[in-house]
């Protein structure tokens, strides 16, 4: 197995015909196709991964976000959040989330990292 690194769209697009061809194989994961297969998938992840990266949501729209697709009302959201004025100024953006409701929040099955945030870049 020849590899060689990511560098250009050509070299993506190439590694992906590979990765096409091997995933249609269906290898077991002992075989040398198989072996190929996760090598040349994990190169095409770094790639995809550094080329496209997908930040963090907005703490706010991940409420927001799931409170649509779970059909929550902000009535719903008091015992996350608290009183209605204090649901409606969170998700309008008048008043930060506290670590206790992040803690209530996370009990709905809303990720940490969502409701946390990106970290904030390091200052130098």
Same mark, same amino acid.
């Given at each position: 197995?020849?590899?060689?690194?990511?560098?250009? &769209? %050509?070299?993506?697009?190439? *590694?992906?015909?590979?990765?096409?061809?091997?995933? @249609?194989?269906? =290898?077991?994961?002992?075989?040398?196709?198989?072996?190929?297969?996760?090598?040349?998938?994990?190169?095409?992840?770094?790639?995809?991964?550094?080329?496209?990266?997908?930040?963090?949501?907005?703490?706010? &729209? %991940?409420?927001?976000?799931? *409170?649509?697709?779970?059909?929550?009302?902000?009535? @719903?959201?008091? =015992?996350?959040?608290?009183?209605?004025?204090?649901?409606?100024?969170?998700?309008?953006?008048?008043?930060?989330?506290?670590?206790?409701?992040?803690?209530?929040?996370?009990?709905?099955?809303?990720?940490?990292? %969502?409701?946390?945030?990106?970290?904030?870049?390091?200052?130098?």
């Amino acid at each position: 197995m020849q590899v060689h690194a990511i560098r250009s &769209e %050509a070299d993506y697009r190439a *590694m992906l015909a590979r990765v096409s061809k091997l995933i @249609d194989l269906d =290898p077991a994961p002992d075989t040398p196709e198989g072996e190929a297969l996760e090598v040349l998938g994990t190169l095409v992840q770094a790639y995809e991964a550094r080329r496209w990266p997908i930040n963090a949501p907005d703490p706010i &729209e %991940a409420i927001k976000f799931y *409170m649509e697709q779970t059909g929550l009302t902000v009535a @719903d959201m008091v =015992p996350y959040i608290g009183p209605r004025n204090r649901v409606y100024d969170v998700l309008g953006g008048k008043r930060p989330l506290t670590m206790p409701m992040i803690r209530r929040l996370l009990s709905l099955g809303i990720p940490a990292q %969502a409701l946390v945030g990106a970290p904030e870049p390091a200052m130098t």
